[in-house]
């Protein structure tokens, strides 16, 4: 029996879970085809259209739906990002860390972390276990040219243009992967007996039925929200932020480096995101409405762009997004599940939304239901890992504020408050003051962030664990690990061209 997956929405979320599941279920062969794949996008809404920081996720994500690293670096103006630049987080006073994309040295075999915080700590964490944020500082490209496409020397993910990469997704999702796609409102949603939805019917009055609905539909929610009304459970006291500001803005000549990493530095009440790509940088300012007024984040954001050489003098107007960060109470009900921001949304710190629409769209591509009874065990387990996930986003962008020293400012004073950190993320900081996050760290086999991220993470904002004994043995092979290290870094630095060295190559082959 054939299944009819309709998916709602044509943002970011919709393409990829699109493509994921094409790329999977959808034969070239229609007499083998078990599943046929429909998207409808509404002409009257917007796409959110910012989204542009990926995890080393996405070169799987793009190699399984079968699109070329050379045509999507291309078409989205794409560039590399190794890790995330954390500036003032810590202090305030311009200091920074690094959170990168390649574990420690060693990971796995030996802690580290361990010796670390026995150590004089004088240079930072992830110069110490590793050569990726010093590859970033020189803006260097991940990998050298004649490398084969999504291979690497320092592991990656990218920067891009949203608009492009959904247009790229389009295309190929409709003539490689054959997704039928139909532009269309979804004004009214039809219920079987058993309440599922059998079909949706657009404002022409086209109706569209199916055995399964995606809603991707972004912050309408038109499936989950308005019509099952799944409750949203805000988290804004715990992440304060709720609102962003963003712009575009072009490079002062095509010269000036292409960074490797997201920037993130810290402000009085928020933060700002900094992300390069070939052709121009997307900055924005966001920031929590209950400590800032938009005129003052925006004052900030502007001195942030007046104060870059780097970038073209030029006047800017910043769109406004307004959020409740949070998410569903369930994401898969009935006969429908939600991927994107129609399941949940919290500040791009870290880009965790990607990633999780990537994350679900697989798990649900490789347990696509076969029978009426395997869908509800199904759900369960989606709804279970997708909360856990949840959480575990939540708990680890609340550490990046709570452990900054950061004064003179009530925002991250209230950061805080216990009353605002989650008991769960309460017990891992206790955990943590008397050993480092290791391997053992979580029982959860997909978990998000890897004991590596959080050692990064409290390494670089100065958290102390208690010190640990070294053996002779340990003590030698750090030695020799540091030394690897020392000498992996001199030889990338000087094998590895530019970004825009690269980039540029790339556009000219
Ligand atoms: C400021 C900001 C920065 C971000 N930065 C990052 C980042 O660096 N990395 C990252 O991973 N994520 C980031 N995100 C999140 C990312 O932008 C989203 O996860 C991503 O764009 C997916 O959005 P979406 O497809 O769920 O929703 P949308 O892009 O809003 O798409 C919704 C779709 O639903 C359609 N639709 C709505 N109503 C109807 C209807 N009634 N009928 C038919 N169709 C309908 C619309 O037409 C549209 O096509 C950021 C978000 C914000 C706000």
Not at 195 to 202: G, H, Q, T
Not at 366 to 389: D, G, I, M
Not at 437 to 442: D, H, K, M
Request: proline fraction near 4%.
């Amino acid at each position: 029996m054939k299944t009819s997956v309709v998916i709602v929405g044509g943002g970011t979320a919709g393409w990829l879970t699109a493509g994921i599941i094409a790329a999977k279920h959808c034969s070239k062969d229609t007499m083998l085809q078990q599943t046929d794949v429909t998207l409808v996008e509404s002409p009257d809404v917007k796409n959110l259209g910012v989204g542009e920081g990926t995890w080393p996720t996405m070169r799987d994500t793009l190699r399984k739906i079968g699109i070329s690293e050379r045509e999507f670096l291309t078409c989205c103006d794409a560039s590399f990002k190794q890790a995330s630049k954390f500036v003032g987080w810590s202090k305030g006073n311009n200091e920074h860390y690094y959170h990168p994309f390649t574990p420690p040295s060693g990971y796995g075999a030996v802690s580290m972390a361990d010796h670390w915080s026995s150590g004089d700590k004088s240079a930072n964490f992830e110069t110490w276990v590793g050569a990726q944020g010093v590859i970033c500082e020189q803006n260097l490209a991940p990998k050298l040219p004649q490398m084969a496409e999504y291979a690497f020397s320092l592991n990656y993910g990218y920067h891009l243009n949203a608009g492009k990469f959904v247009k790229l997704l389009h295309q190929h999702c409709v003539e490689k992967l054959g997704v039928k796609y139909i532009q269309g409102h979804v004004e009214q949603v039809m219920s079987a007996e058993n309440e599922d939805i059998s079909a949706i019917v657009l404002s022409d009055g086209e109706s569209i039925a199916g055995d399964l609905f995606i809603d991707c539909s972004g912050f309408s929610a038109i499936l989950i929200g308005k019509h099952y009304q799944i409750p949203f459970e805000s988290k804004r006291h715990i992440l304060f932020n709720d609102t962003a500001l963003a712009v575009q803005v072009e490079h002062a000549s095509n010269e000036v480096p292409i960074a490797s990493c997201t920037v993130a530095t810290a402000q009085k009440n928020g933060w700002v995101w900094d992300i390069s790509l070939q052709n121009r940088r997307g900055i924005g300012h966001v920031f929590a409405s209950d400590f800032s007024s938009i005129e003052q984040a925006e004052e900030e954001l502007q001195q942030y762009i007046k104060n870059d050489p780097c970038l073209a003098p030029q006047q800017v107007t910043p769109r406004t997004i307004k959020f409740d960060p949070g998410h569903r109470k369930t994401f898969w009900h009935k006969n429908c599940v939600a991927i994107g921001v129609s399941a949940g949304f919290v500040e791009p710190l870290e880009a965790t939304a990607l990633v999780l629409i990537e994350k679900s769209a697989e798990w649900l591509s490789e347990q696509l239901p076969r029978s009426p009874s395997a869908r509800s065990v199904l759900a369960k387990r989606f709804n279970h890992l997708t909360l856990q996930r949840w959480q575990e986003i939540i708990d680890f962008l609340k550490l990046h504020y709570l452990l900054s020293q950061r004064s003179g400012s009530e925002y991250w004073q209230e950061h805080q408050n216990p009353d605002s950190i989650p008991e769960s993320l309460q017990e891992s900081l206790s955990l943590w003051r008397s050993q480092v996050p290791g391997l053992y760290e979580s029982n959860q086999r997909f978990e998000l962030f890897s004991s590596a991220s959080k050692q990064y993470v409290l390494y670089g904002m100065g958290f102390n664990t208690a010190q640990q004994p070294l053996d002779q043995k340990e003590a030698s092979l750090i030695k020799r690990l540091q030394n690897e290290t020392l000498y992996n870094t001199e030889k990338l630095l000087s094998a590895l061209p530019s970004n825009r060295q690269f980039l540029a190559k790339l556009r000219t082959k």
